[in-house]
């Protein structure tokens, strides 16, 4: 029977605030022509009241042996806090120089589907769109493209509401 590996750690959100973390995946040299260098995936997390804080425990299930990179999304009032860590070993370090993310704030007066985008053969990602709200990602209608010959997604923007989207990107 196969071990699962994983690493876990937690952090405290003052009321008020909804903090998200995703690992930052880079993809394998040999694949880079066909999809995009990065992509993102989600850390399922659970949660406990602690006094006034929200305690999340974040779980990595395969730590990289370099350390997994991270990005992490902290929603309040209005405005989110963009910060980079890594997970080395036991410990979580947060970087002090912020990495490049290209973000957007979506918004529409109507019903519409936002983007393209490509998916990898395990249907990672490189964008993701969130509500600012819920903290919950947009599922994509995923669908198959004939004339590129690729797994595609789309997410629709509901009317009158924003919407926060990201994607890792090299500095140039």
């Known amino acids: 029977m ?6 876990h750690f937690s952090i ?11 690992q930052i995946n880079k993809t394998k040299k040999e694949f880079l022509k066909q999809y995009p260098k990065y992509t993102v995936e989600r850390l399922d997390h659970t949660e406990e009241l602690v006094g006034d804080y929200n305690r999340k425990t974040f ?7 370099n350390g997994n990179q991270l990005a992490i999304l902290s929603f309040g009032k209005d405005r989110v806090v963009i910060n980079t860590g890594i997970l080395q070993g036991d410990e979580v370090k947060i970087t002090k120089k912020p990495s490049s993310f290209k973000f ?5 007066e109507e019903e519409t589907e936002y983007k393209d985008f490509n998916y990898t053969p395990n249907l990672k990602r490189p964008i993701t769109i969130i509500d600012p709200e819920t903290t919950e990602e947009l599922k994509p209608v995923l669908y198959y493209d004939e004339k590129t010959d690729t797994v595609k997604g789309k997410c629709k923007i509901k009317p009158y509401k924003s919407y926060f989207a990201f994607e890792v990107r090299d500095d140039n």
């Not at 405290?12 to 995703?22: E, L, N, Q, R, S």
């Not at 957007?104 to 529409?108: D, K, Q, W």
């Open 104 to 108: 957007n704030t979506i918004y529409s």
């Open 59 to 65: 779980y990595v299930e395969n730590p990289g042996k």
């Open 2 to 7: 196969d071990q699962l590996e994983g690493k």
């Open 12 to 22: 405290a959100d003052p009321k008020g605030i909804k903090t998200v973390i995703y």
